[in-house]
């Protein structure tokens, strides 16, 4: 058999390097060569402080507002490029950005400990059994779905306001006896660690750099998010046109979220199942399609008291409202309409192997829903709900409006 050739790989191009609060201290001998060797060196302000002695080629701070596509880097391929970040690169930093322009095998990362990992340090807490969260330039609500009874969560913020909104936002919602602790400016010569509890926090001065570790503690009657599907109707605010939590909990179930997909949920209503939708997992993505100006304003202030504020809400009428969507991966199609174009629409829009799921509680949208199991198939499911209600002085079930549902995966 003739030889393999052999073949060297090139050089990686562009170096990360992971720098914390003690700075040049901090780094290790490779992370040193790889910063005093670079022909460009990216970073912010705060990393040339901490770094910029050990800096002989050309320097360039981030623009403000920040570049995502990173031109400037790019248009350096092929020579030494430095970038300077915060900590643990590919932990909510750059070296994440970076990684969706450049191959892994152009790269070498030195990475330094998390803020994250300095402030479990600090506390004694193991990161594994604990929840994190990066509410940096993020709306604080999405610490909403994190806050159970005895969680300990570690919340990355923005800035030295946060920790006090946070506490503001812990108070408000039943979990004011939780115990907040600012970690500030971890790692470095300035570093302190402060306590206090939600509903008596007094901390002044927080540094803008900090990690802020809650030890949740609910009273009675705390706004608590169950974690499974089904929640109950009383969290939302509604006019009375929601998927009712029987019905909505076997409708998630028939929708079955997979990571990172999009729902287009049509005829949202108050935004109940596309905030389920949301909640069942951080990476889903998902649309309410409302033609109601009152209710799609509604669900917007729904998706933030359930801590998903990325449900984005368009205004219109469906088929309409739907061209120029993010493609869906799953359709659900709710209410008691008839119009057979927004079936249309939508199947036309579902990739092959996409789900559709649809409700039915008027007979014009049932004979809709079984027209459309003759003659794509699919499985038709009749759902009936009872509930005891009092008749004189005694009980009796009072039946809720059955719903007709078909699921139907595009061949």
Do not use: Y
Request: glycine share 10%; proline share 6%; charged share 20%.
């Amino acid at each position: 058999m003739p030889a393999e050739k052999e073949t060297h790989a090139l050089p990686a191009w562009l170096a990360i390097v992971g720098i914390g609060e003690d700075g040049v201290a901090g780094l290790g001998d490779e992370a040193k060569r790889l910063i005093a060797e670079a022909e460009f060196v990216f970073g912010g302000k705060r990393h040339f402080d901490l770094a910029g002695s050990l800096v002989t080629g050309e320097t360039h701070q981030w623009p403000t507002p920040f570049d995502p596509e990173m031109e400037a880097v790019l248009d350096r391929a092929g020579r030494r490029v430095c970038v300077l970040a915060s900590g643990d690169p590919f932990f909510h930093g750059v070296g994440v950005t970076l990684a969706r322009k450049v191959a892994a095998a152009d790269m070498v990362v030195v990475p330094a400990p998390s803020s994250f990992s300095l402030a479990a340090s600090r506390l004694g807490w193991a990161l594994q059994d604990i929840e994190t969260i990066s509410l940096h330039g993020r709306p604080l609500d999405l610490i909403r779905p994190l806050l159970h009874p005895g969680a300990r969560v570690l919340a990355l913020t923005s800035d030295g306001a946060a920790p006090a909104k946070v506490a503001t936002l812990l108070s408000g919602l039943g979990f004011g006896a939780s115990r907040l602790t600012a970690l500030e400016a971890l790692g470095g010569p300035d570093e302190v660690v402060r306590s206090a509890r939600a509903d008596d926090f007094n901390l002044k001065n927080v540094n803008p750099l900090n990690v802020l570790a809650l030890e949740i503690e609910s009273e009675a009657q705390a706004r608590i998010l169950p974690l499974a599907s089904g929640l109950s109707d009383d969290l939302f605010e509604s006019d009375g046109q929601i998927t009712k939590r029987e019905v909505r909990a076997i409708t998630l179930s028939a929708l079955a979220p997979r990571r990172g997909e999009m729902l287009w949920d049509i005829g949202a209503g108050s935004g109940s199942i596309a905030i389920e939708w949301m909640l069942s997992h951080s990476s889903l993505r998902a649309v309410a399609i409302e033609a109601d100006p009152e209710r799609a304003e509604r669900i917007r202030r729904n998706a933030s008291a359930f801590g998903v504020p990325g449900l984005a809400v368009v205004e219109g009428e469906a088929p309409s409202a739907l061209a120029g969507l993010p493609a869906p991966d799953v359709i659900f199609i709710g209410g008691g309409g008839t119009d057979a174009g927004v079936f249309d629409a939508a199947l036309k829009a579902l990739p092959s192997g996409g789900r559709c799921v649809a409700n039915a509680v008027t007979l014009e949208m049932e004979t809709l829903l079984v027209a459309r199991q003759a003659e794509l198939g699919g499985t038709l499911t009749r759902i009936a709900i009872s509930r005891a209600a009092p008749v004189g002085t005694m009980q009796a079930w009072r039946p809720a409006l059955p719903v007709t549902q078909w699921s139907w995966v595009k061949p």
